[in-house]
């Protein structure tokens, strides 16, 4: 250990790459025959003026229509703040990280914008970083997908505009003024339309979807789209992506505006949509047809009218509690989620230097747990050390990533909440779709040996 600590062992360089796939579950891509996609943030990948343009539309509709303090208006987006994963706390009006304990990390709390210390668990929980099931239940929200990071922000600022102004208010309210100002803006319209003025704005091109697309087909796989979103804004994005190619011959199957995660679980009938009318028919649909389009619908019907086991089906999409939580529970689906964050953190893990660290603290960890297994190998001052050692190694791999919260996956050497899910739920994950462009008909995504200190520990 100490030949390594002190760098007198050569450390192999790390073999994961940021377009690597992730394995929770071992899956045979050869028994796979149904291929499925969410839309937004899975097909297709937004810029960051998304981002941008969700908090500002929120933030006018939080002043025009809540009565917000108009110089709330000076406020802008910092696209550098929000991470996903991130919780916040109706009662305290905290936002917090929690880890898959739900245990809450004591560098990364924040009361608006301002962070606090290990002193603010004695203030505001009684001393303890423990949150019980109860009471995460009760008060504290979760914000898991793309489109929540300009709602942390949002709640952030806002609660440090009303600190600094000496406004009394309460958390909870402003939690839910805040959250149906974003969701306003979203069931709207509003966001759809900004988007489709001005579409290459808002889209980040990439041939690899196509590609993914492509090579997919070409195995063999059949592919249905499975999205919350209008047909016309699909339709909008699709041919800016595929440069105006028809899309809609990629898929057996279109459903929109599928209102999930409740079509994993409720029982809506399937409407067929008419594009060039655009309005929904009136006829009982009784089979789903290539070539058509289709609204609402639900789980059972699907599996019934396209006669595909769970098991035989594949669905990707970004968001692990509305996209795939319910088809792995209900439906026996496989799943595959698209986390963007993974190409930063692995940009991390190939720095040599974080790398190096990481392999260090396996090897400090490995001792550790020696140390207490065999009570003849016990030594009080070695185990001192090695703590210590633990714990610096921990602190400079951490300065790495994201400067408020750290890594979306993991958090004083445990999987965060996030984390937690993602590997409960998810059989692949990846940083985009376009992954898939490399694998073969034969492809087998098995799990590798686990390697302790290592997060991403099964990775094709």
């Not at 974003?182 to 001005?198: E, F, P, Q």
Request: glycine fraction near 4%; proline fraction near 3%.
């Amino acid at each position: 250990y100490r030949e390594l600590k002190e760098g007198r062992t050569p450390v192999s360089p790390p073999d994961n790459t940021p377009e690597s796939i992730h394995v929770n579950s071992e899956l045979d891509l050869a028994g796979i025959d149904f291929i499925g996609f969410d839309y937004d943030f899975t097909l297709a990948n937004y810029t960051k003026s998304l981002e941008h343009t969700v908090y500002d539309l929120a933030l006018t509709q939080l002043i025009d229509q809540y009565k917000y303090p108009s110089k709330l208006r000076r406020t802008k987006y910092d696209e550098n703040f929000a991470v996903r994963g991130v919780w916040f706390d109706t009662r305290t009006g905290l936002l917090l990280k929690l880890n898959y304990m739900n245990v809450m990390s004591e560098e990364h709390v924040f009361h608006g914008r301002t962070r606090l210390g290990s002193e603010c668990f004695d203030e505001y929980y009684n001393g303890s970083q423990y949150v019980s099931v109860d009471y995460r239940n009760e008060h504290l929200r979760t914000m898991v997908d793309i489109f929540s990071l300009p709602e942390i922000c949002l709640i952030a600022d806002v609660i440090e505009f009303l600190k600094v102004a000496n406004i009394p208010f309460d958390p909870l309210s402003v939690y839910e003024d805040i959250h149906s100002s974003v969701a306003m803006v979203h069931k709207s319209g509003l966001l759809h339309a900004t988007i489709r003025n001005d579409i290459s704005r808002y889209l980040s091109y990439d041939l690899d979807t196509l590609k993914a697309l492509d090579h997919l087909q070409s195995m063999g796989k059949k592919l249905f789209l499975l999205s919350n979103s209008s047909y016309e804004f699909i339709n909008a994005g699709m041919s800016y992506l595929l440069q105006d190619r028809k899309w809609q011959k990629y898929f057996e199957i279109i459903v929109t505006r599928a209102r999930k995660p409740e079509w994993f679980s409720k029982t809506r009938p399937f409407r067929e949509y008419d594009v060039k009318r655009e309005r929904n028919s009136w006829n009982v649909v009784r089979e789903l047809e290539k070539g058509k389009v289709y609204v609402a619908g639900n789980l059972d019907d699907f599996m019934r009218m396209t006669q595909h086991r769970g098991e035989k089906i594949l669905y990707f999409g970004d968001h692990v509690y509305s996209d795939l939580q319910l088809p792995f529970r209900r439906g026996g689906w496989r799943t595959g989620a698209i986390i963007r964050e993974l190409e930063s953190d692995m940009k991390i893990e190939q720095d040599f230097i974080h790398h190096n660290m990481d392999v260090k603290k396996g090897a400090c960890q490995d001792l550790l747990v020696c140390l207490h297994e065999e009570e003849k190998y016990f030594n009080a001052s070695l185990e001192y050390e090695l703590l210590q050692d633990r714990k610096f190694f921990e602190d400079m791999m951490s300065k790495d990533y994201h400067q408020y919260w750290g890594s979306v996956f993991h958090v004083n050497g445990y999987p965060t909440s996030f984390a937690f899910h993602l590997y409960r739920y998810v059989d692949i994950y990846m940083s985009k779709i376009g992954a898939m462009r490399t694998c073969t008909p034969q492809q087998r995504f098995l799990l590798k040996r686990r390697q302790k200190s290592n997060l991403f520990l099964n990775t094709y």
